[in-house]
């Protein structure tokens, strides 16, 4: 097989792969907002502990998500002390459940402070090599400042599409947050642009409507 068949057969199962795992995130998803919707945020924080287990060393990103999403401070203020694990898998995880209570708006300006500190000691620490993760870490950071600023030109879409690839609900975390940014800057459309791209999460909202 040749290089440019071999790039071509990789980037189609990585596209299988994610499209999998996106499907198999939004099933989970749905659980937990079923939950959320039947019995509020102790179900909800449930099905977050049977979907998303706390494993040990793990890097627990979906799991952090889902919590941000339904607005689960205490939880999220709970565990984020108890990350543990290989560094810079906990800088992301870290960095996720600051996002998460920053989403909430629990003290937006110190979330966003503390983003920006844990992108750059990444930064410090990953190997050389790491290029892309390290653009990814900087544009969760930009997000946090995002929010905290109501400034939309800090927002890179293009890095976290890829940054949040086959992780469903920080990809909705993500989506979630850009939201509002764009309606705290008082750009309705954008926001209505932002939110056709959270698939299932609308059938979710519409349903927490009716």
Same mark, same amino acid.
């Given at each position: 097989?040749?290089?440019?068949?071999?790039?071509?057969?990789?980037?189609?199962?990585?596209?299988?792969?994610?499209?999998?795992?996106?499907?198999?995130?939004?099933?989970?998803?749905?659980?937990?907002?079923?939950?959320?919707?039947?019995?509020?945020?102790?179900?909800?924080?449930?099905?977050?502990?049977?979907?998303?287990?706390?494993?040990?060393?793990?890097?627990?990103?979906?799991?952090?998500?889902?919590?941000?999403?339904?607005?689960?401070?205490?939880?999220?203020?709970?565990?984020?002390?108890?990350?543990?694990?290989?560094?810079?898998?906990?800088?992301?995880?870290?960095?996720?459940?600051? /996002? +998460?209570? !920053? @989403? =909430?708006? #629990?003290?937006?300006?110190?979330?966003?402070?503390?983003?920006?500190?844990? &992108?750059? *000691?990444?930064?410090?620490?990953?190997?050389?090599?790491?290029?892309?993760?390290?653009?990814?870490?900087?544009?969760?950071?930009? /997000? +946090?400042? !995002? @929010? =905290?600023? #109501?400034?939309?030109?800090?927002?890179?879409?293009?890095?976290?599409?890829? &940054?949040? *690839?086959?992780?469903?609900?920080?990809?909705?975390?993500?989506?979630?947050?850009?939201?509002?940014?764009?309606?705290?800057?008082?750009?309705?459309?954008?926001? =209505?642009?932002?939110?056709?791209?959270?698939?299932?999460?609308?059938?979710?909202?519409? &349903?927490?409507?009716?």
């Amino acid at each position: 097989m040749g290089i440019v068949a071999a790039v071509i057969v990789m980037g189609i199962v990585l596209a299988i792969g994610a499209g999998l795992a996106n499907a198999a995130g939004a099933k989970k998803g749905k659980q937990v907002f079923a939950a959320f919707s039947a019995g509020g945020i102790v179900a909800a924080r449930a099905a977050v502990d049977r979907l998303y287990p706390r494993t040990k060393n793990g890097a627990h990103h979906e799991r952090l998500a889902a919590l941000g999403l339904l607005g689960d401070v205490e939880s999220l203020e709970r565990e984020l002390p108890l990350l543990d694990g290989r560094p810079l898998v906990v800088y992301r995880a870290q960095m996720i459940g600051l /996002l +998460g209570l !920053a @989403l =909430a708006g #629990r003290d937006v300006a110190a979330c966003a402070a503390r983003m920006k500190e844990i &992108a750059e *000691r990444n930064q410090r620490e990953s190997p050389k090599l790491a290029k892309l993760p390290i653009r990814w870490m900087h544009a969760f950071a930009n /997000l +946090g400042a !995002a @929010l =905290a600023t #109501r400034a939309p030109s800090l927002l890179e879409r293009p890095l976290l599409i890829q &940054a949040t *690839r086959g992780q469903p609900m920080l990809k909705i975390l993500c989506w979630e947050t850009m939201i509002k940014v764009f309606e705290l800057a008082g750009d309705a459309e954008r926001a =209505a642009n932002v939110r056709q791209d959270l698939g299932w999460m609308n059938e979710v909202r519409r &349903a927490q409507a009716a």
